[in-house]
Every structure is written in C-alpha cells, then in structure tokens.
C-alpha cells in the first residue's frame, strides 16, 4: 500500500514551514533528520522522501545534507508551478531538475507540478500537454496536481490568505476535475499519460470526496498516488478511524504519504506551519503512520 514516506511538504516554502521561527532551517533539519530515523527504525526498507521544495533551491538541498537529513532519505522531491506561481519558464523544467541533481546522489521526485484553470481551461490543457513532454523520463515519480479543484467554501492552505490576491486564487482552480466532479479539458489528455503521471490529491479530514476519487483514479489508470496524513488532524475526533477509511480506500495504488501539519498545541507557536515543540512527538507520529499502513 504504501509506496514511500514523505517528511513534510514544501519546507522551504513558508505556507508551510514558518521562517520566523526557523529562518535557516537548522530546526526542521533536525525534525526531518529524526522522523527519518524513526520511519527506518520502524521498516527496514519503506523509501524515505525529503518534502518537495517549492521554491526550487539547491542551496536548500546542500544545507540538508550538511545537517545530516539526506544521509536519512531515499529520494528528495520538488514541486513546480511555473504558468501559476513560479517565477520562471515551462521550457526551463528540465534545467530545474539538474540544478538539483548537481547538488545530491538522490533521485529527485516531482511529487507535485500542475496548472490551474484560473484563467481558461485551454492553458491547463497545454500546460499538461507541455509538461508531460518535458518531465516524463526525466524523474522517477511525477505528481501531477491535481484531480478535484478545492471547494470554494473550504480554504486553501496558505499563511495569508486572500491577501495573496490571485495567488491564493489559483489554489481553488488546480484539477482536472471542477468541484461538481465534472471533467475539464486537460482531463482526456492526462489519460493518455497514465501511469507515468501519477496525481497528488489532498484528501482532508473526512472528505466527500474519497469514493468518487478513487473510482476516477482507477478509470484513468493512475498507478502512484501522493497524499498526506496530517499530524495535526491526528489529533481530531475519530481520526484514526478516518485515516484508516482513507488508507483502505486508496490500497489498490502506490501511495506515497506525506506526513506533516503541526498540531497548533504541539508547535512552538500556535499554527500548522510551527516547528514542534518537541520534535520526537513528530518523529513518533511518523512511525506510528509507518506502523500502521506499511506492515
């Protein structure tokens, strides 16, 4: 069922990792370095993935490895948005990869690439069509994201919010499925690149979502799927049981889990992008995922 374990998602990016509280990473390192240790002291084999980075940063990767945390790792991940947020060209994606090549042994994942709707239906169709074109063949895994756009009445999960004007926009218009469950342009021709594009699909605390999921996962051939199993929301009524609905739902697919969200009374300070207060709790929330869906 379990394909891999992904330590966080997107560190260096601060939606999702405060740089206030850690301005040069030095305490993520060490929560990554001993959630590493704690997945491999609880499986022998289970690959080990460093979050994908968003931006894409060598340097961020060579302080890594300084501080010990590639030495726990079995790949290292990036994620890219280029037409939505990033502040470079499609056609550069290749030259993205071996910049981080350069800098490390590992295979480097794309566990997250994707284009939004927000503008026309049509971009997304080309982006998809571009980006299959340039990263198939070129990375191990490829996440594309996503399969559902994000309802409008939930949020997106980022620091500011609606103060990011259309950045924050663009988070609800990423899948190849509107929020009714209807298929968009790009989705006949993301078919045609099942299974070596896999979806990155975020699945939150019960959502309404899974069953139809996976029947549109499966009817596209989709083979690898990244999601996340929150530490944060392991904290909420019954989750437990939601995580095993959910990982029960989706073990017929490779899944790649990403563990992360700092419980707002764990972190340093009170918000999911917090360093914890005490990074073992981190590190044993990682194993006891690890325990519990990799047997």
């Known amino acids: 069922m379990l394909e891999a374990a992904m330590i966080w998602n997107e560190p260096n990016n601060k939606s999702h990792w405060d740089p206030e509280l850690d301005p040069d990473w030095v305490m ?15 499986h022998g084999s289970l690959p080990r993935v460093l979050g994908g980075m968003s931006p894409i940063d060598p340097v961020f990767i ?36 071996k910049e981080i090549q350069a800098v490390t042994h590992l295979p480097v994942w794309v ?27 070129q990375a191990p895994r490829i ?56 979806i990155c699909q975020w699945f939150h605390y019960q959502d309404h979502r899974l069953d139809d999921a996976v029947t549109w996962l499966k009817r596209l051939g ?14 909420r009524p019954d989750a437990l049981a939601w995580f095993d609905r959910q990982m029960e739902a989706l073990r017929d697919f490779q899944v790649t889990a990403t563990f992360c969200f700092t419980p707002e009374h764990r972190g340093i300070a009170p918000h999911h992008t917090s360093p914890p207060q005490v990074k073992e709790e981190f590190a044993e929330f990682c194993a006891s995922m690890v325990r519990r869906y990799a047997g």
């Not at 302080?63 to 790792?73: A, N």
């Not at 939004?116 to 571009?130: I, P």
């Not at 990244?226 to 944060?232: D, M, Q, V, Y």
Request: hydrophobic share 40%.
């Open 143 to 198: 996440h594309w994201y996503s399969l559902y756009d994000l309802p409008s009445h939930w949020e997106a999960t980022t620091r500011h919010r609606e103060a990011e004007g259309s950045s924050y926009y663009r988070h609800f218009h990423m899948g190849l499925l509107r929020e009714d469950g209807t298929p968009k342009l790009a989705m006949e021709e993301f078919e045609k690149h099942t299974p070596h594009l896999g």
């Open 62 to 97: 060579m302080k890594m490895q300084q501080r010990g945390v590639l030495d726990q790792m079995e790949a290292v991940a990036v994620h890219g948005f280029p037409l939505d947020w990033n502040n470079w060209l499609i056609h550069e994606w290749p030259a993205k990869l």
């Open 111 to 137: 566990s997250e690439v994707g284009v939004s709707t927000f503008g026309a239906e049509e971009v997304q169709l080309w982006g998809l069509k571009r980006t299959a074109e340039l990263l198939i063949g």
């Open 28 to 42: 993520f390192a060490e929560t990554a370095r001993l959630a590493g240790q704690a997945i491999r002291a609880e």
């Open 222 to 235: 989709v083979t690898h799927l990244r999601t996340g199993l929150s530490w944060a929301d392991s904290f």
